[in-house]
């Protein structure tokens, strides 16, 4: 079993609709880092947080530690922001490149 | 651009030939590290390199992966005798700082072995 999951695994939406993004993880963390893929395209980071809030143009994650639950959210979808979104978790320990990576959600947003 | 850059974008091999990775960091960043992405698998980390020293490599296989970061020139991870099961993608990513500092990724190398 990962220690990081992700819901959906497939999520499609038409453009203008409200996507939410969920990721739940088992292992106590510093920071955890929310990526964005295009397909057969590089990798960008999109947030890295360890409580609280972040937001970013149509952009929103929030963690909850207690729960072990993160949420990216995107506003006003277009399909631009079609991609791969991976969830990921620094396991802490001084370092922050030891992540360990959920499976991604294939986000596809249709106009 | 002055982003991590990487290359080959892609690369083919046949088993038992050696696969050779590049990934030069962003300006002004020392730490380097390589990730690999295995089809229908999520991104594992795979070593951490500061200039001439590799720091972490607790995630690379035992045999046959090496990774080096040359005092002058890009960081490489070289592969011998690929096999079918190499076929991935692999990532490098690099950072200011190794406590603090933001990861930024690579367009990643795509290496197929027939």
């Known amino acids: 079993k990962n220690e990081v999951e992700q819901s959906p695994q497939n999520l499609t939406a038409q453009e203008g609709e409200f996507i939410t993004i969920n990721c739940s993880y088992s292992?106590?963390?510093?920071?955890l880092h929310w990526l964005q893929q295009h397909p057969g395209g590089g990798i960008v980071s999109l947030f890295m947080?360890?409580?609280g809030k972040k937001k970013h143009g149509r952009l929103i994650a929030t963690i909850n530690i207690q729960e072990k639950h993160s949420s990216l959210h995107i506003t006003a979808s277009h399909p631009r922001d079609s991609a791969v979104y991976i969830c990921?978790?620094?396991?802490?320990?001084?370092?922050?490149?030891?992540?360990?990576f959920g499976k991604g959600t294939l986000l596809t947003v249709n106009p | 651009n002055a982003g991590v850059m990487q290359n080959p974008r892609h690369l083919v091999r046949r088993r038992g030939q050696e696969a050779r990775l590049r990934c030069s960091p962003m300006?002004?960043?020392?730490?380097v590290y390589w990730y690999r992405q295995l089809p229908e698998e999520g991104l594992k980390f795979m070593v951490y390199?500061?200039?001439?020293?590799?720091?972490?490599e607790s995630g690379m296989p035992k045999e046959r992966f090496s990774a080096e970061f040359p005092k002058e020139g890009p960081s490489i991870l070289r592969i011998q005798q690929v096999v079918r099961g190499d076929s991935a993608a692999y990532f490098c990513?690099?950072?200011?700082?190794?406590?603090?500092?933001?990861?930024?990724f690579g367009e990643g190398s795509r290496l197929t072995v027939l």
């Open positions: 990921a978790a620094n396991q802490g320990g001084g370092s922050n490149y030891k992540l360990t």
């Open positions: 300006k002004g960043h020392s730490h």
């Open positions: 990513a690099s950072s200011r700082d190794q406590n603090t500092g933001e990861l930024f």
């Open positions: 390199l500061q200039k001439e020293n590799i720091i972490d």
């Open positions: 947080l360890s409580s």
């Open positions: 292992v106590g963390i510093s920071a």
